[in-house]
């Protein structure tokens, strides 16, 4: 069984952090308990020409920026090298669904699968900010080039809605990682066969040891939310935080991810960080930057409580890695997050709500009894949900099954 991959990752050696993780892992573990399943993966990077290289005895191709769906040469090149059974296109974000398979290889069956959906960040782009934050994000960067401010990306998101509608529209064979993407999927595509699979957690999960209350940091809040654009709630988290400094002052928040500087600050964030400072926040709060793997297990490991104040969610892998390490966890309930866990397993709050968050929080500081039942009932939830092998059995399923009605 031979399957080419479209995506936008770029396996490596190494190991991965950042976006679209969850890729990698599913390479390592088809190629853990599926050996004979053959992948090569089609992606695009900085490089003047096409390389064909090896990696971890998995053939990949990586493609110049400049590359669009209307290289059909190229494509049709590594289609006839590969001589592929199934084509997986992973995402609508990149232009793979737009490549017309069905000239090219009319005789391959294509799967899309469905990262996200523009139009659910498009309905929360602006978050909770008023009228007068949202003029307020419209600083230094964005009077330098406008195209990275917020109205511009609204326009941009309008264009790729509608792009995306098109796209699943088309397809015949789509799969999706969640209940939440999947009645999403079949508003626009009622009679395409769709498969429900799940999403691979990155092997060092697996292997690391789970929270643990006595060697966690009391009072010790961690996020991943970004501090770029509002959409993953960071204004909602600060809000709340500064609601628990008041009852709570030994309260640390900390948070990982992507930092810009200088004149690359994007408005939203300098308006964070005005937020920060008029608040008196700026001593509790830390910024970790970009964590590789083994560093942000350790974060997740050394927090009280992880939150993901995020308004829009397809799956949120940083929601399933929470919750396998055990760490107790509050997150709104928003997108597909809420099938991540139970009332039991994690505590959920509705978005924007940053008085509810607040409390969650507390509750969770300063109760350790809740806090360990919280932790044993969400390893046992997502242990059970995202148990490597059967990850990996679901994803080989729908390969096996495309196949088989396919040779109908």
């Excluded at 009280?304 to 890695?321: D, G, K, R």
């Amino acid at each position: 069984m031979k399957i080419l991959w479209f995506s936008n990752i770029k396996l490596t050696e190494t190991q991965m952090s950042g976006s679209g993780t969850w890729i990698s892992g599913m390479n390592d573990l088809l190629s853990t308990y599926y050996p004979d399943v053959q992948i090569a993966n089609v992606t695009i990077a900085k490089v003047d020409t096409v390389r064909e290289e090896i990696v971890r005895g998995r053939s990949q191709w990586v493609l110049p920026k400049k590359t669009t769906a209307g290289d059909m040469d190229l494509f049709v090149k590594i289609i006839d090298s590969y001589h592929p059974d199934i084509i997986q296109i992973w995402g609508t974000e990149f232009f793979w669904a737009t490549i017309p398979f069905e000239t090219i290889c009319p005789n391959v069956p294509v799967i899309l699968d469905m990262q996200g959906f523009y139009s659910s960040v498009l309905d929360v782009l602006y978050g909770d900010l008023t009228m007068q934050e949202i003029i307020r994000c419209f600083s230094i960067k964005e009077f330098l080039r406008p195209s990275s401010s917020l109205i511009a990306l609204s326009r941009r998101l309008h264009k790729s809605v509608n792009r995306e509608e098109e796209v699943i529209r088309k397809y015949k064979i789509i799969s999706v990682q969640s209940n939440w993407v999947k009645g999403n999927v079949n508003l626009l595509n009622p009679k395409a066969t769709i498969y429900e699979t799940r999403i691979a957690l990155r092997p060092q999960f697996f292997q690391a040891v789970k929270w643990n209350l006595n060697r966690m940091e009391p009072y010790t809040i961690f996020s991943t939310a970004s501090m770029i654009e509002p959409t993953k709630g960071s204004f909602t988290l600060l809000k709340a935080f500064r609601e628990v400094k008041r009852l709570l002052p030994q309260t640390k928040l900390l948070f990982a991810g992507s930092i810009q500087t200088g004149i690359r600050k994007s408005g939203y964030m300098r308006l964070m960080e005005q937020f920060i400072y008029l608040n008196g926040l700026s001593d509790s709060i830390s910024f970790l930057g970009s964590l590789n793997t083994d560093d942000l297990i350790k974060a997740y490991l050394h927090s009280n409580v992880f939150v993901n104040p995020s308004y829009a969610e397809s799956y949120s892998l940083i929601l399933a890695e929470s919750t396998y390490l055990g760490v107790p966890t509050v997150a709104t309930y928003a997108g597909a997050m809420g099938e991540l866990g139970s009332s039991k397993s994690l505590l959920y709050f509705s978005k924007y709500d940053y008085r509810a968050c607040a409390s969650k929080i507390i509750s969770i500081l300063t109760n350790r009894e809740l806090a360990v039942k919280l932790s044993i009932q969400s390893i046992t939830f997502s242990e059970k949900k995202h148990d490597p092998k059967t990850v990996a059995e679901t994803q080989f399923s729908i390969y096996r099954s495309v196949l088989g009605q396919l040779n109908k």
